[in-house]
């Protein structure tokens, strides 16, 4: 394919700045590799709310249906997070296009750049050479089953954690694809020790492994996963995880990599997929020109990788962010009182450095 449709939805805070970023760079591969991009805009979050009064407008729904992939900046403002009674709010958008879309696998690649190998809170040694891929069920799980209510007068709380076969397979069977073209191995995560839920996952899981001869499957307990990324993360490659455990072991694995600002993710279904930045809409630094691109750059990498299957220009476009990491360019979030040697750059500016490096 020759030209590919993006739909945009940059949303509220840094999201428009961090997704301009993405669009450049994009731009910027396309006329290196002969291909044309063309973007449909719409709103989503709080701008969405500002104006239709909607944080998922039916046009956005529309135009989400009918590009090849999704770009997206971020949602929220503070002044919902200060209102937890508000009844309109920007995340509904997020959770309502999931949910329309059917993307039922999140998928956060952590990748770390040598040249900041530093910033992360793990030391360097333990930390060089890890590469993790994550995939987590995201529409199944303890965040949607049912009952889900108080009793007794609002002392008893219920959730309810369900699992159909069917949803771990779908999943499973990505997780092992991602497994087998990359090092062949998959940690399975689960709670199958005490949760009937993972022992379902787990019994699912090693019926599919038949499937894959050439990964090697292990399950780790999420307790001892916990411990293990930050042990020794190399051991991973692929990781499968439940809704609730992938939340919190994504979370902890963001940390490894030194920045919110650093991280992309995708998430995927039968339809059209949705790529954006693991952080917020970092409200206070909005409109300032600092919030580091990377994040939404990187997601335009997975998006080239993962619905364009072109992995060579995502290849480039890392490489190209490394080699500005390399040269000593940093945006504020990244910047170490300890070395003399970065030059900063606010978001504009180190979005051409990437531009120039490629
Ligand atoms: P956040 O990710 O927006 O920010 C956390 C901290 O990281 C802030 O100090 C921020 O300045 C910094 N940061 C985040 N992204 C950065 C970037 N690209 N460059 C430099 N620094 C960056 O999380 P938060 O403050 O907890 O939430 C802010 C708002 O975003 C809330 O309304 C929250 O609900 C929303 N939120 C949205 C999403 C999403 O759209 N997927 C995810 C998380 C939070």
């Known amino acids: 394919m020759n030209s590919y449709k993006i739909g945009i939805?940059?949303?509220?805070?840094i999201g428009p700045e961090v997704v301009d970023s993405?669009?450049?760079?994009?731009?910027?591969?396309g006329r290196k590799y002969n291909f044309n991009v063309?973007?449909?805009?719409?709103?989503?979050g709080h701008a969405a709310i500002e104006k239709t009064g909607?944080?998922?407008?039916?046009?956005?729904l529309t135009m989400c249906n009918n590009v090849d992939a999704i770009l997206l900046g971020?949602?929220?403002m503070p002044l919902y997070d200060n209102d937890p009674s508000a009844k309109v709010r920007p995340e509904q958008g997020l959770l309502k296009l999931r949910k329309s879309l059917g993307l039922f696998a999140n998928i956060r690649p952590i990748t770390i750049f040598d040249e900041l190998l530093?910033?992360?809170?793990?030391?360097?040694?333990i930390l060089k050479g890890a590469d993790i891929l994550f995939y987590r069920e995201l529409t199944g799980g303890i965040y949607f089953g049912t009952p889900r209510e108080r009793r007794d007068n609002g002392n008893v709380a219920i959730d309810t954690l369900r699992y159909e076969r069917s949803e771990i397979e779908r999943i499973a069977h990505m997780a092992f694809k991602a497994a087998s073209r990359r090092n062949k191995k998959l940690c399975s995560v689960d709670k199958a020790n005490v949760l009937e839920s993972s022992r379902l996952w787990r019994e699912t899981v090693n019926e599919l492994s038949k499937n894959y001869p050439d990964v090697a499957l292990t399950h780790l307990f999420i307790d001892n996963a916990a411990m293990q990324l930050i042990l020794n993360p190399r051991q991973f490659d692929v990781i499968l995880t439940g809704n609730m455990f992938g939340d919190i072991l994504t979370d902890e694995a963001s940390q490894i990599a030194g920045s919110l600002g650093l991280l992309p993710s995708a998430s995927v279904g039968n339809k059209v997929g949705l790529y954006e930045p693991v952080h917020g809409s970092a409200p206070d630094i909005a409109g300032k020109n600092v919030a580091n691109p990377v994040a939404a750059i990187m997601s335009a990498a997975l998006m080239f990788e993962t619905a364009f299957n072109r992995k060579k220009e995502a290849e480039d476009i890392k490489r190209a962010i490394s080699q500005v990491y390399a040269d000593g360019f940093r945006t504020i979030d990244l910047a170490q009182e300890t070395t003399k040697?970065?030059?900063?750059?606010?978001?504009d500016k180190f979005t051409e450095k990437i531009i120039e490096s490629l």
């Not at 939805?9 to 805070?13: E, I, P, Y």
């Not at 993405?22 to 591969?29: F, Y």
């Not at 063309?38 to 989503?44: A, E, K």
């Open 9 to 13: 939805l940059a949303g509220d805070g």
């Open 22 to 29: 993405a669009c450049k760079v994009i731009d910027a591969i």
């Open 38 to 44: 063309s973007y449909t805009y719409d709103l989503i």
């Open 54 to 60: 909607n944080p998922l407008p039916d046009s956005a």
């Open 74 to 76: 971020a949602v929220g």
């Open 118 to 125: 530093f910033t992360s809170s793990l030391k360097p040694e």
């Open 341 to 347: 040697t970065e030059k900063i750059l606010r978001t």
